[in-house]
């Protein structure tokens, strides 16, 4: 029977909550790596039990942590004591280095700023290699391992997509979303805060910023920059990798030739800020996103929390409120934290700043807490297991 | 030996439990006792200094005999209450909270 592994990272530790088809019974473990941000754990589609976990701290840095059994346990990759006499051993998988010139990109102030390596933000492990991930960073860059996560590279290109006139949001300056195309490997989609979209045709060699259509009248002197804009999430479907859908800062936004022109899908809802979007495991025109009040105020509108949905791609929407708080919520949702399932009804996930992970079966038209009271939630991944 | 105390977050990634202890060849510098507990648990790589400059991480602070040994040069030697193994080494998390 199949099965379903919500990997959940937040503020405090990771956990996994795990729940047959039905998805009704949960069982809980963690807190794994307690204490320590988890910014983000994504399993290999390729090997379901390889998953990696992006493990950090303001005091100690970076530690990418992997499992081999599911989550059950871990190691990190590069953390072997040496074998051989006088061999030192490198303890590479903790370490991000910028390839070449560091360069600077630009400050809160205006002013030019150097790169500086805070920690990974996402990894997007390859839909066919488990020793192949994808890892992005702030400050924003991208770098790959094949190893394992025993070593990692930078892939120079995408900083050299105009990186000098990049910017951190608020958050800072983080590359978030990895999108791989499942049609096509040398193509990959990145988007980072405040610099935009980009994509590469090349497996990540070079890259071009992919912004056309984007405005952002209140953040930039020129609303329709080149880079510059907020993006906040991008999400594809498989069965149609050309087809594109974004929350921006403020708009939610739509492609339908792999981003190079952006229009519009907002529609009728109550407020077009926010941070996650998904799409439907088996419509690819079903897509969610979770409105949040504003960029000031970030919590959801009347204190309501809503997933809101379209089934026309956009444009069309309407609110999902049976079983969330529909008074005195004041959580976010951040980008990381929505995931769906491929089970025949399809279930869509979201975990809050307050702590809550919350599951819908039926594909967001009823939902329930699967736990109420974890540390913040940073990311929520799914893995749909036979 | 050299006696070593990590701070909590960093026993865990070692796995280790209570204090390193650690044979460090003469001269006993701080950046010879760091070299040795990177050495005996590479994952601690990148979490005390940097990978590629070795500079100390900012909230990162040494003590020794009651004395803050944090902006003093990696080849300063520690004292000799550490090299003889009486006093330990304390590598520490610097104070946060409120």
């Known amino acids: 029977m199949s099965s379903v592994r919500v990997l959940v990272g937040t503020k405090k530790g990771a956990f996994i909550l795990a729940a047959d088809a039905k998805r009704e019974q949960w069982e809980v473990s963690g807190p794994h790596f307690a204490g320590w941000e988890m910014y983000h754990l994504k399993g290999s589609p390729a090997d379901p039990n390889r998953i990696y976990a992006s493990h950090t701290s303001g005091w100690f840095g970076q530690i990418i942590q992997r499992s081999d059994d599911g989550g059950k346990t871990w190691s990190i990759p590069g953390g072997k004591q040496a074998r051989a006499p006088g061999e030192f051993p490198n303890g590479a998988s903790n370490m991000f280095v910028y390839e070449g010139e560091v360069g600077t990109h630009k400050w809160y102030d205006g002013t030019q700023h150097p790169w500086e390596f805070k920690r990974i933000w996402h990894l997007e492990p390859s839909l066919t290699d488990p020793d192949t991930v994808f890892a992005g960073a702030e400050d924003a860059g991208m770098f790959k391992t094949t190893d394992g996560g025993g070593t990692w590279r930078e892939l120079p290109g995408l900083r050299a997509a105009k990186g000098s006139l990049w910017q951190p949001g608020a958050g800072g300056m983080c590359l978030h979303t990895i999108v791989l195309d499942p049609s096509n490997a040398q193509r990959i989609y990145a988007a980072i805060s405040a610099a935009g979209a980009f994509r590469t045709d090349d497996g990540g060699a070079t890259w071009k910023p992919i912004n056309r259509g984007l405005k952002s009248a209140y953040e930039l002197p020129d609303p329709n920059a080149d880079v510059g804009h907020c993006v906040h999430r991008i999400a594809m479907h498989r069965s149609r990798p050309g087809v594109l859908f974004m929350q921006k800062h403020w708009d939610v936004m739509r492609s339908d030739n792999a981003g190079d022109m952006w229009y519009e899908v907002s529609g009728n809802l109550p407020t077009d800020f926010g941070f996650p979007i998904d799409v439907h495991a088996h419509e690819p025109e079903t897509i969610y996103v979770v409105p949040i009040k504003s960029d000031s105020e970030h919590f959801p509108p009347d204190g309501k929390l809503q997933v809101w949905r379209s089934r026309t791609g956009g444009n069309e929407w309407e609110p999902l409120t049976k079983g969330l708080p529909q008074e005195h919520c004041y959580v976010n949702v951040l980008r990381d934290a929505m995931a769906v399932d491929s089970l025949d009804s399809c279930g869509i996930y979201f975990g809050t700043t307050g702590g809550q992970v919350y599951v819908s079966a039926d594909s967001g038209d009823s939902w329930k807490a699967i736990v109420h009271d974890l540390p913040s939630v940073y990311s929520v991944e799914v893995q749909t297991l036979p | ?98």
Request: aromatic residues 6%; contains cysteine.
């Open chain 2, 1 to 98: 030996m050299i006696r070593v105390v990590l701070p909590f977050h960093l026993r865990t990634i070692a796995r280790a439990e209570g204090e390193l202890s650690l044979a460090v060849e003469d001269p006993v510098t701080i950046g010879a006792v760091l070299d040795a507990v990177e050495s005996a648990h590479p994952a601690l790589r990148g979490t005390i200094r940097d990978h590629v400059t070795q500079k100390r991480r900012p909230f990162v602070r040494f003590y020794a005999c009651r004395e803050d040994l944090s902006l003093e040069p990696a080849d300063t030697r520690l004292p000799d209450a550490v090299v003889a193994g009486t006093e330990p080494f304390l590598i520490v998390g610097a104070m946060a909270g409120g």
